[in-house]
Nanobody
Framework: QVQLVESGGGLVQPGGSLRLSCTASGNSFGIGSSNVMGWYRQAPGKQRELVATITRGGGTNYADSVKGRFTISRDNAKNTVYLQMNSLKPEDTAVYYC???????????????WGQGTQVTVSS
């Protein structure tokens, strides 16, 4: 079974930084087999929203609310996708989820995989 595992969340003061990481575990061939990796977030009482995506070729896309502050990257060799978050604001508080459009496993492609999420809280 394939799992996406997020890490790096926590409590940070406004203006601070965090780096989230996401790796693929289980019977997969890693995130390198995915076309698009993404980070999404869900704040209490709100719908899950796109934060950023990155293609296998390195093309990126960001929500307007995080442009210039967040950077998504991927290291296929390390089987990890990152989200560097700078200049954090209280409104960035949410559970952050990693997503893969597809991941190759020993039994074929697994589509639309999600991690369990990691909590990011921005507060003084």
């Amino acid at each position: 079974q394939v799992q996406l595992v997020e890490s790096g969340g926590g409590l940070v003061q406004p203006g601070g930084s965090l780096r989230l990481s996401c790796t693929a575990s289980g019977n997969s061939f890693g995130i390198g087999s995915s076309n698009v990796m993404g980070w999404y977030r869900q704040a209490p009482g709100k719908q899950r929203e796109l934060v950023a995506t990155i293609t296998r070729g390195g093309g990126t896309n960001y929500a307007d609310s995080v442009k210039g502050r967040f950077t998504i990257s991927r290291d296929n060799a390390k089987n990890t996708v990152y989200l560097q978050m700078n200049s954090l604001k209280p409104e960035d508080t949410a559970v952050y989820y990693c997503n893969a459009d597809k991941i190759l496993t020993t039994t074929g492609f697994l589509r639309d995989s999600w991690g369990q999420g990691t909590q990011v809280t921005v507060s003084s």
